[in-house]
């Protein structure tokens, strides 16, 4: 049994995290700001953060064998969880994004060792992609965004996967506790409960004969059920490794081929419409490659399923939320 502390966990995977944990016999507390009550059986503490002194004061003489981070998405907030929880935790798990691999919002300059992410040289030919390993990123590499762990400039105007990119950095500068990023693939399933509604665009979309955006060669990406993630986040916290991890479930997936799937569950055929070079598309169509390789975690011993198992699945439930 552990004690486990989860910021966030109100929603989505996060609370079915809570569930799972709860359900091994962990000793479960979350941790947001009064967002949503957990169910019977686990600790609450109501906090704001970003708020370090009130963070503190919630938090009181507890500590913990680890905390599951599901809401840091600035450098700040890694700042300041960085000095609250130093000698708290024997273990901090932060949920990252497959987006901190995306080469459309990376800055300029060498971040890794080798090649950029999602490519690799071939000779005589242009790049060709790859799933892009833990090693294809490292944050500790980054100029930080000033000295409190900030960006310079108004916050909303800070891309996310940047963010995620420097939170993780905060917390791989002089660790103050063994440390690991999660690096979750796209994550869909659940109906209603899937709120970002991408999944749920093709199906509309789809299902309503509207056709979708997508790019002349889209991109494979990476995906994982939401279930799968958070068995995932506990398998972590019951785990001694540190660093990155890539969280996706086997079999990266173009557009083309969600498409295909959603058509086979709505019973109509897809239409797609051609956008141009650089130009947005729908959620899930890509002009660049950075879908993921899980062959680290799955060398420590996690066994991820298969993309082809569960989306009709997950596709089948959002078209029944959606009525």
């Known amino acids: 049994m552990k004690r486990i502390l989860v910021i966030g966990g109100s929603r989505y995977f996060g609370k079915t995290l809570v569930s799972r944990a709860r359900e091994a016999g962990d000793e479960v507390t979350v941790l947001n700001r009064g967002s949503g009550a957990p169910s019977p059986g686990v600790g609450r503490l109501v906090a704001d953060r970003d ?95 000033g000295a409190a762990g900030r960006a310079p400039g108004p916050w909303p105007a800070y891309v996310y996967a940047e963010g995620k990119r420097q939170a993780e950095a905060v917390f791989l500068r002089d660790p103050a506790f063994p440390y690991v990023s999660v690096r979750a693939a796209h994550v869909l399933g659940g109906g209603p409960a899937e709120f970002t509604g991408r999944l749920a665009h093709y199906v509309d979309r789809i299902g309503a004969g509207t056709p979708v955006d997508v790019h002349e060669a889209p991109y494979a990406t990476s995906f994982i059920h939401h279930h799968e993630m958070a068995e995932f986040l506990h398998w972590t916290a019951e785990q001694t490794f540190t660093g990155a991890v890539n969280a996706a479930s086997h079999g990266a997936s173009d557009v083309i081929a969600l498409g295909e799937a959603v058509a086979a569950q709505v019973g109509r055929r897809p239409r797609y419409r051609v956008v141009g070079a650089g130009a947005d598309a729908s959620p899930f169509s890509f002009d660049r490659a950075y879908a993921m390789d899980n062959g680290r975690a799955s060398a420590l011993g996690f066994g991820f399923g298969h993309v082809a198992d569960w989306l009709p699945g997950a596709i089948a439930e959002t078209a029944r939320a959606d009525g």
């Open 51 to 145: 708020d370090e002194e009130a963070l503190r004061g919630a938090l009181g003489a507890r500590d913990f064998d680890v905390v599951v981070d599901q809401v840091c998405y600035t450098p700040l907030q890694a700042a300041v969880a960085r000095r609250v929880f130093a000698g708290r935790t024997g273990r901090y798990v932060m949920t990252s994004t497959m987006e901190v691999y995306d080469p459309a919002t990376l800055p300029a300059g060498p971040l890794a060792p080798d090649t950029a992410p999602g490519t690799t040289p071939a000779p005589g030919s242009v790049p060709v992609p790859v799933p892009v390993t833990e090693a294809s990123l490292d944050p500790a590499r980054l100029p930080l965004a």
